[in-house]
């Protein structure tokens, strides 16, 4: 069997990963880290809402593909972006809604947006729409301060099936009283 086609890796192949000629082990382990997170928080937000085996397959996906691939040459979160994408297919979650607003979540997840008026930027899905949100992504990753603020706050969330429990106790108790 061909080594590419392997699912598991040594413990050398690990450690001798495509990104090891540009970062440390501890860097490629923060970031890794923090695009799951990232694609945790995109692919739990309320309007793409997959399911837990969907984002762990996304994560999965991402770290597979950065075993063959250097972060150095492949942008995270192009590649987590297409992880979810992807991941939603491969568990049959896929729908419209996904690809309506994985580029939006995106960028919210990445600038902890709640404004009214930014929601009604991305409410015209045209060419123009998508290429602004896509442009706001983009310009958000360039300003590496910024972004990385972005990241740790998204970090801070609790997106543990704790907190989703006492949600949902929160929506039954209300319902039965």
């Not at 928080?41 to 397959?57: E, F, Y």
């Not at 947006?113 to 990753?141: C, M, Q, T, W």
């Not at 590496?144 to 099936?161: E, G, I, L, Q, R």
């Amino acid at each position: 069997m061909q080594r590419e086609n392997n699912w598991i890796f040594t413990k050398e192949e690990i450690e001798n990963s495509p990104s090891r000629i540009f970062m440390s082990l501890s860097k490629e382990n923060d970031t890794r880290r923090i695009a799951c997170k990232f694609i945790q928080h995109v692919a739990r937000a309320p309007r793409i809402n997959l399911s837990r085996i969907a984002v762990t397959t996304a994560q999965i996906l991402l770290h597979r593909y950065y075993m063959r691939k250097s972060f150095n040459d492949n942008n995270p979160w192009d590649v987590s972006i297409g992880a979810i994408f992807l991941a939603s297919k491969l568990v049959s979650e896929f729908s419209s809604r996904i690809s309506k607003y994985l580029i939006h979540e995106c960028a919210r997840v990445a600038k902890k947006i709640h404004d009214p008026k930014y929601e009604e930027i991305f409410n015209d899905y045209n060419d123009s729409g998508l290429g602004y949100a896509v442009g706001l992504s983009r310009e958000l990753f360039e300003d590496k301060k910024a972004f990385w603020t972005c990241v740790k706050n998204a970090m801070k969330c609790d997106h543990s099936w704790k907190n989703s429990a006492s949600e949902y106790l929160k929506i039954y108790h209300s319902l039965a009283s």
